[in-house]
């Protein structure tokens, strides 16, 4: 039996059999050099000359040899090597494969040689703290004893707009009469259906948005986590949640991810950007468009001719952009006219042509978090339907909600790789994300 390259350093001065992939190679005189394994364990196997004839970097091989420790002033990723003293090559890999998608290819073969710029060194790294990223948000979600839950990526209405809604054919009762389906563009209804019976609960799921949006944060399928909460009964208590999610998540993620973000040489920005969390500026939505007129930031500038923006006016994503960065500073933007946020947000007491909801803006990217108080008036939530355009009867079931003992509730929805973007210091959100997809891209 083969052992795993991870325990290895349990077998010093053994004869031993691994199985694994043929990372690196280094071919001398007399003895060749391998990087051998997988993601965080990648051990050095040195191979007499006589058994490295045919290898190739990627192919898959069996080494018989002994475990010995490293010696001293040599550096490798475990504290061990192997002496071969037997390879057989299992698969072979193509002798081209460096030139398939070397580490400074351009953006484009990167998406179209993905399955080869997986194995790529630092996107493999990119890949692993991803997942450890997850880790990290489940890990602060399990300290304050909240439920996660799977809910459907097949709905029956709108969460987020129509415009952004994907259509598909689902069968219907009968094979004559489909019904038409959409894939869900966010799971907020399903959290706050179950947490007047689970109590604060979050999923980490897909959402899909058919967004003909071609810029360096934006997919038509990204993973999002989401949570909702009870007993909000002031906007600070919201804002408070949120502040505790960013510093939770951070910190989890500096123990989980240690490993991998000191190797790819991230470890002391993320310390920092945890320290950012202490110092987050709160900007109302009319004072942000004071900021801009303050700071030269227009609604649009063609042809020289400068339009400042109006009160009212949603900022769009360049200039919001611009404004933060500018700012330098984590920022909850908050109280937005009402006209250009969803149905379901909370008025706000003190002017009720304003939601209390709240986007966290961060340098770099931009929105990391859409959040606010749900509207929790039966009346209230039933008229915002209509002035939406929508049916409130297409709602029934959540409006349900405000009549059977609402949980005066908040909650949010974090794009997990706009998230690590900003971690990582990364430019698009193509940079991080696996598999991507966005408008003329869905392979692989
Ligand atoms: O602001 P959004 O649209 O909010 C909602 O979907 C709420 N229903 C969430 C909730 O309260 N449960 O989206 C939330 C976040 C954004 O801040 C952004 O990070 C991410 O989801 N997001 C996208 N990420 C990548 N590509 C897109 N097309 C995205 N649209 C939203």
Redesign the pocket.
């Known amino acids: 039996m083969s052992i795993k390259i991870k325990d290895l350093p349990d077998h010093i001065d053994e004869q031993i059999t691994v199985l694994g992939q043929i990372n690196v190679l280094r071919q001398q005189k007399k003895f060749s050099f391998i990087e051998l394994g997988y993601g965080d364990y990648q051990v050095q196997v040195v191979v007499p000359a006589k058994f490295a004839e045919g290898l190739t970097t990627q192919s898959y091989i069996q080494i018989t040899g002994t475990v010995k420790k490293l010696p001293e002033g040599v550096y490798s990723k475990m504290p061990i090597e192997i002496s071969a003293s037997d390879v057989k090559i299992i698969s072979k890999a193509k002798a081209d494969f460096e030139q398939q998608c070397p580490s400074n290819s351009s953006a484009d073969i990167k998406l179209e040689k993905r399955h080869f710029y997986f194995r790529d060194p630092e996107f493999k790294l990119i890949t692993i703290l991803r997942s450890q990223l997850i880790q990290a948000m489940r890990a602060h979600f399990e300290s304050t004893s909240c439920y996660e839950i799977i809910p459907p990526s097949f709905t029956g209405v709108e ?3 129509g415009a ?1 809604l994907f259509p598909i054919v689902h069968p219907g009762k009968s094979h004559d009469k489909p019904m038409t389906a959409y894939l869900t ?5 399903a ?1 706050e259906m179950l947490l007047p019976s689970i109590g604060d609960c979050y999923c980490i799921s897909p ?1 899909f ?1 058919a ?1 003909h ?1 071609h810029t360096r ?8 986590f ?3 909460f009870a007993g909000i009964m002031k906007f600070d208590d919201h804002l408070d949640k949120l502040k505790d999610l960013l510093k939770g998540i951070i910190s989890h993620f500096l123990l989980i991810g240690e490993r991998s973000l000191k190797e790819l040489k991230k470890y002391d920005r993320v310390q920092e950007l945890l320290k950012m969390t202490d110092d987050i500026l709160i900007l109302e939505h009319k004072d942000a468009i004071k900021e801009c007129h303050q700071r030269g930031i227009y609604k649009s500038e063609d042809d020289g001719i400068k339009i400042p923006f109006d009160e009212r006016d949603d900022i769009p994503e360049a200039q919001e952009r611009k404004l933060i960065d500018d700012i330098g500073k984590i920022v909850f933007l908050v109280k937005f006219p009402k006209e250009f946020k ?1 149905f ?1 947000m909370g008025l706000d007491p003190e002017d009720e042509s304003r939601v209390l909801g709240c ?2 803006e961060v340098p770099g990217v931009g ?6 108080v749900r509207e929790g008036d039966y009346d209230r939530l039933y008229q915002r339907l209509k002035d939406h355009g929508l049916k409130p009867e297409d709602y029934s079931e959540y409006l349900d909600l405000r009549s059977y003992g609402f949980c005066q509730t ?10 690590l973007v900003w971690l990582l210091g990364m430019y698009s ?1 193509r940079d991080v994300v696996t598999f991507p997809r ?1 408008p003329g891209n869905l392979r692989p």
């Open positions: 969460c987020e707009g952004s563009q966010s799971s907020q209804f959290l959402s948005r967004e949006s944060r934006h997919l038509t399928e990204f993973l999002h989401e949570a909702e969803s379901y986007d966290v929105e990391i978090i859409g959040s606010g908040s909650g949010m929805g974090l794009g997990v790789d706009r998230m959100i966005f």
